[in-house]
């Protein structure tokens, strides 16, 4: 049980255009999933928490309008990276909130390569 | 201004051996600790948790010890296999919300 799943796993894209990823928590409702950013061989940083049905929480630094978070359903949420450039290439790794247990689950990230 | 360190980067142990993982954390309103162990590619796992009422908690080759007064947690695991090899990573949390808070990570290679 408490599985998240990310998609996609990898990702190449052209400077400039858009891209969203999707995490889904498969076997239990998340009101709360989170939205991590890891650099090669550093620790993993929060950009955002995003709520349910309402508007997401970003971290003091990430661009809300660069960084567009979803969260439209129980198991779903998606981060759009729109604009991109090669700076934003990075692991993107999302977590989901178990309600009863309040423990964090992890997806197994989204490597995202920007041209 | 990191609130949790883990200075360590990394750790060599050989296999049937205790690997012993260190954190430190600076903000005295956490008050939920948690270990993460990750591979390359791969997003974290969680492993073992520990609250702050606890100074101790264990799973099978896991315990998580707590010193609040030091401000200090480690995890030991014991033995030691090759399986075990990867990036752990301790996270803190305050009661009110849910955000983690990450240390930088300890890398682990268990030799055979």
């Known amino acids: 049980g408490a599985v998240v799943s990310q998609h996609p796993s990898w990702v190449i894209c052209k400077s400039g255009t858009s891209v969203k990823i999707e995490c889904r928590s498969l076997d239990f409702q998340a009101t709360t999933m989170f939205w991590y950013r890891q650099f090669p061989k550093q620790s993993l940083m929060l950009m955002a928490t995003?709520?349910?049905?309402?508007?997401?929480?970003?971290e003091q630094g990430v661009e809300k309008d660069k960084f567009l978070i979803n969260h439209a359903s129980l198991t779903l949420s998606t981060l759009t990276v729109t604009s991109a450039h090669p700076e934003d290439s990075s692991f993107y790794i999302c977590?989901?909130?178990?309600?009863?247990?309040?423990?964090?689950?992890f997806g197994p990230g989204t490597r995202l390569t920007v041209l | 201004d990191q609130q949790v360190k883990q200075n360590s980067p990394s750790l060599s142990v050989q296999e049937g051996r205790i690997s012993i993982l260190n954190c430190d954390y600076t903000n005295s309103m956490f008050d939920y600790f948690l270990w993460y162990k990750k591979y390359p590619a791969e997003g974290p796992t969680f492993l073992i948790s520990i609250s702050s009422i606890k100074d101790k908690n264990e799973d099978g080759r896991f315990t998580v010890f707590l010193n609040k007064s030091a401000k200090h947690l480690s995890l030991h695991i014991v033995p030691s296999q090759p399986g075990d090899s990867a990036v752990y990573f301790c996270?803190?949390?305050?009661?009110?919300?849910?955000?983690?808070?990450f240390g930088g990570g300890t890398r682990v290679l268990v030799k055979p």
């Open positions: 996270a803190a949390k305050k009661a009110a919300g849910n955000k983690l808070t």
């Open positions: 995003s709520n349910e049905g309402s508007k997401a929480t970003y």
């Open positions: 977590s989901a909130r178990e309600i009863y247990t309040d423990t964090q689950y």
